[in-house]
T-cell receptor, first 111, second 114 residues
Framework: KNQVEQSPQSLIILEGKNCTLQCNYTVSPFSNLRWYKQDTGRGPVSLTIMTFSENTKSNGRYTATLDADTKQSSLHITASQLSDSASYICVVKGGYSTLTFGKGTMLLVSP | DSGVTQTPKHLITATGQRVTLRCSPRSGDLSVYWYQQSLDQGLQFLIQYYNGEERAKGNILERFSAQQFPDLHSELNLSSLELGDSALYFC?????????????FGPGTRLLVL
């Protein structure tokens, strides 16, 4: 069964600190992995998309990594800002355009 | 603003009723996706249309149906509503079907079934 597990479930960090969110998946076959940021009450916004051959991708202060061998991805946020407070969702696209969503990590950046 | 619009923003209805949610994709986007997000389940993919044709199906109940019209807007029909159907329903669009295409999400329709 295709699954995407994210950890931690929630996280509180101080403004300016770095953090890393984890995503483990068992989706097969694998097409790509996406990280989304979802502010409360709003639609998700795409941060990064990575295919099998890519092992790192950056978008400003967000850097995603992918290890296709171990089926793990991480999202690293550098120098966190209050506006980074949101839910971060890992999504894996498999065969036949199937999408498997993680339940998200709720990040709170505290002043 | 993603360019994807959804109406209505909020909807309150009773069990057993039927509702229609509407989505207009970004200009030029051919693919439309529907998602359900409830507090305990996270985002669940329901169905995808590409240029008017159904392309992929996820965890969509038989009571739910969708279609994409020639002008590329899409509607999600929910019938025989149950309390558990209360959720945020998101529509997303993308230009094509390529694996690298990002999906742009609309603001969602919040459905409350009483």
């Amino acid at each position: 069964k295709n699954q995407v597990e994210q950890s931690p479930q929630s996280l509180i960090i101080l403004e300016g600190k770095n953090c890393t969110l984890q995503c483990n998946y068992t989706v097969s076959p694998f097409s790509n992995l996406r990280w989304y940021k979802q502010d409360t009450g709003r639609g998700p916004v795409s941060l990064t998309i990575m295919t099998f051959s890519e092992n790192t991708k950056s978008n400003g202060r967000y850097t995603a990594t992918l290890d296709a061998d171990t089926k793990q991805s991480s999202l690293h946020i550098t120098a966190s800002q209050l506006s980074d407070s949101a839910s971060y969702i890992c999504v894996v696209k498999g065969g036949y355009s199937t999408l498997t969503f993680g339940k998200g990590t709720m990040l709170l950046v505290s002043p | 603003d993603s360019g994807v619009t959804q109406t209505p923003k909020h909807l309150i209805t009773a069990t057993g009723q039927r509702v229609t949610l509407r989505c207009s994709p970004r200009s030029g986007d051919l693919s439309v996706y529907w998602y359900q997000q409830s507090l305990d389940q996270g985002l669940q993919f329901l169905i995808q249309y590409y240029n008017g044709e159904e392309r992929a199906k996820g965890n969509i109940l038989e009571r739910f149906s969708a279609q994409q019209f020639p002008d590329l807007h899409s509607e999600l029909n929910l019938s025989s509503l149950e309390l558990g159907d209360s959720a945020l329903y998101f529509c997303a669009s993308s230009r094509e079907e390529g694996p690298q295409r990002a999906q742009y999400f609309g603001p969602g329709t919040r459905l409350l079934v009483l």
